[in-house]
């Protein structure tokens, strides 16, 4: 066998950062990943000259300059600003929540007007801390956003009541008396032009690097610990301990693509579905990632349908509620008995990361690596 200084496991964002940044520094790297493309879940593939997001939206947003600067590297960044539409029932807002939602909602003009309306609302919860994601919701915005915009959405993507759920899975979603409709406070923000799959092929693109898909590491797992000095594993670091302290908790989600013979379905690369009866969460209408580029009567929309983890299915979201965490801390103390295997990104070390944080992580796992 070829000499190998890295077995990276998973050639997602984490993994093809780690792997180029090896590269750079003159080792050998073999990629391995078990489905059949590189990219993990940010893998798109162009379909009537659109860029379907094929595992789910993926919109690149940051505050680092540095990892802004390290991703402009791979591709251009068109100016798209994620501006998603809620529709409760056939009524639309604007998300986040802000003063196009509150005129909407309650036909307040101004910020004043606003902040009362939403200070009346917060009263409910008048001096008592929040204890989970539907008090937390009251206490920042009110019952009737909470109602209907948060409630039921929420209760699908995680498949447990609001008040089963911790409170910082809110805390993501900004709130603004501006009549501003960007999801995002980042400084930085776009979707790379001609897709995100082009990012880690660059990545993985040098002569000291070997990518092989379709590989399952768990068939050969053993031989692979034997094989190589040092792994970069960026599954989920349960199975990799083959559950032996049980299982972390993920959320899936199933997604139904269809092509549409329209060249506009919904005016809106994402609309949201808040109520609790319509069985997805969110329609995502690809080409409005690009400003409409592709097909000019064709439009590929895709439903996103949150699902139960089972053992074999993909896993989305980590669920960082207090038992996972205590879970995952007793996972990272088994980790420390196998110094030779570095656990990354989202599954590897079970946290809600954003891409720019993957890249962070990443980077940082790099200079632990080889600046000492
Ligand atoms: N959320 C909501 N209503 C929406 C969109 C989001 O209540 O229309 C809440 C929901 O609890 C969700 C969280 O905000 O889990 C984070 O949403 P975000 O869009 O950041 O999640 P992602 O895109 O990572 O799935």
């Not at 559950?243 to 949201?272: C, D, I, M, P």
């Not at 000019?296 to 053992?311: C, F, G, L, M, N």
């Not at 801390?329 to 295997?341: D, H, I, S, T």
């Amino acid at each position: 066998m070829k000499k190998y200084d890295y077995l990276v496991v998973g050639a997602g964002l984490f993994g093809a950062t780690f792997a180029y940044e090896a590269a750079e520094r003159g080792k050998h790297v073999k990629v391995i990943d078990k489905r059949p493309h590189v990219a993990g879940n940010i893998y798109t593939k162009e379909v009537d000259g659109i860029q379907v997001h094929q595992y789910g939206a993926h919109i690149f947003h940051t505050s680092n300059k540095r990892v802004w600067d390290y991703v402009n590297q791979f591709a251009d960044f068109n100016r798209y600003t994620n501006s998603p539409i809620a529709n409760y029932k056939g009524e639309i807002y604007n998300l986040p929540f802000n003063m196009n939602t509150f005129n909407k909602m309650w036909g307040v003009k101004t910020p004043d007007e606003a902040l009362a309306k939403i200070n009346e609302q917060r009263q409910e919860m008048a001096g008592k801390e929040p204890q989970n994601l539907e008090e937390q919701a009251i206490s920042l915005i009110g019952r009737d956003i909470y109602e209907k915009l948060i409630k039921g959405y929420t209760e699908k993507q995680w498949g447990q009541k609001a008040t089963d759920l911790p409170a910082f899975i809110i805390r993501r979603l900004p709130v603004r008396l501006t009549y501003d409709n960007n999801y995002f406070n980042d400084d930085y923000q776009g979707i790379p032009i001609g897709g995100y799959t082009q990012i880690v092929e660059k990545m993985l693109d040098s002569d000291l690097i070997d990518v092989e898909t379709n590989v399952d590491f768990f068939a050969k797992k053993d031989e692979y610990l034997k094989d190589y000095p040092r792994i970069v594993f960026t599954g989920t670091i349960d199975q990799f301990f083959d559950y032996q302290l049980g299982e972390l908790e993920y959320r899936s989600l199933r997604f139904e693509t269809e092509e549409k013979n329209v060249g506009n379905y919904q005016g809106n690369a994402v609309v949201n579905y808040t109520d609790a009866e319509t069985p997805y969460t969110r329609v995502i209408e690809h080409k409005h990632f690009e400003f409409g580029k592709g097909d000019k009567d064709k439009t590929i929309v895709t439903r996103e349908y949150p699902a139960d983890w089972h053992r074999g299915d993909e896993p989305y979201y980590p669920v960082n509620n207090q038992r996972n965490n205590q879970l995952y801390a007793k996972y990272q103390e088994l980790a420390k008995k196998e110094p030779n295997v570095i656990f990354g990104g989202r599954l590897g070390q079970y946290r809600y990361y954003n891409m720019d944080q993957v890249i962070a992580a990443a980077l940082k796992t790099v200079s632990k690596e080889f600046d000492n």
